[in-house]
């Protein structure tokens, strides 16, 4: 191949890239009448959720956001969730297609003014939340409570840190915290600004630690896991549940606390509680 041959592709091969740069949207429009083949296995017309997850904070086994989405993920398709996530912010087609938006992220209440108007006009339309541990933790814990029912302030000594938790079931006929632990090992909040429409599930009395102390916490009785229903100006009933727990991941990935969990979710998407946690996946497929 001569020089002249060599340099004849090159400036073709250049050609085709700016070429191929220089379409649109317009030009892909058949794409939209593309269907993606369904996964085997998966419940196509199960309960719609999005994961949102960060990055790992703290040290080792906390705070591990990363490993949650991973597994949960799985753990959820398994159940007949039909699952997406990101480490980014949902997208307004994202939620548009979403029943319920799990997060599980250190202080998600830390949100762009866009991002926010894209989670109210969510919980307008009747979409389903749920948060874990410190997601509901944010700049304005007012506001946030108008969407999950209650908020904690970023900055403040409102937490026990790790310790051993009891729980006080308060409502023992709701059937989401049926199965659960008494106790726990993890860390519970106090300081939390609630809507007045919070149910209580379980609470827990604030035990004695150094952060407990400083920031006035001891003995004090607070809800670490609620239900919260409302309906916005002009919108759709929306439902919200909470749990304040999760700094430890193995607490995540504990069956029992497991199966609470799933409850929950399925109660925030208008589902009857049992939809994901006595889910039947059909039989696998065999090969022709």
């Known amino acids: ?58 040290g080792p086994g906390a705070h591990d956001y990363p490993y949650f989405m991973d597994t949960w993920s799985k753990m959820l398709t398994a159940h007949g969730a039909v699952v997406d996530g990101s480490f ?12 319920v938006v799990i997060i599980y992220r250190g202080d998600a209440g830390y949100m762009t003014p866009e991002q926010r108007a894209r989670l109210q ?31 904690k302030k970023h900055g403040e000594v409102n937490y026990t840190w790790t310790a051993t938790l009891d729980y006080n079931v308060v409502d023992k006929d709701n059937p989401i915290a049926q199965g659960m632990p008494a106790q726990i090992y993890d860390e519970a909040f106090y300081k939390l600004n609630f809507a007045p429409e919070v149910h209580p599930i379980m609470t827990v009395t604030m035990p004695d630690t150094p952060t407990a102390r400083r920031g006035g916490g001891v003995g004090q009785t607070i809800p670490q896991m609620w239900t919260y229903e ?16 999760g700094h430890m991941i193995d607490n995540l990935q504990d069956p029992a606390i497991q199966k ?21 996946p059909p039989p696998p497929r065999t090969e022709q």
Request: net charge positive; with cysteine; hydrophobic share 40%.
């Open 121 to 151: 006009a969510y919980v307008k339309r009747g979409g389903g939340l749920v948060t874990f541990h410190d997601s509901l933790c944010g700049p304005d814990p007012a506001d946030m409570a108008t969407l999950v029912g209650a908020g």
């Open 230 to 245: 409302h309906t916005l100006p002009g919108g759709s009933p929306a439902r919200a549940f909470v749990w304040m727990q």
């Open 1 to 58: 191949m001569t020089i002249k041959t060599i340099l004849l592709s090159g400036a073709v091969a250049l050609a085709c890239v700016a070429g191929a740069t220089a379409q649109t949207a317009k030009d892909y429009a058949r794409y939209s009448t593309y269907n993606g083949p369904h996964a085997p296995g998966q419940n196509a017309n199960g309960l719609r959720i999005f994961i949102l997850g960060g990055l790992k904070s703290h």
């Open 260 to 280: 609470v969990l799933l409850r929950g979710i399925a109660w925030a998407g208008k589902k009857p509680t049992a939809e994901l946690t006595d889910y039947v």
């Open 88 to 99: 980014s912010f949902p997208s307004q087609e994202h939620l548009e297609k979403t029943d």
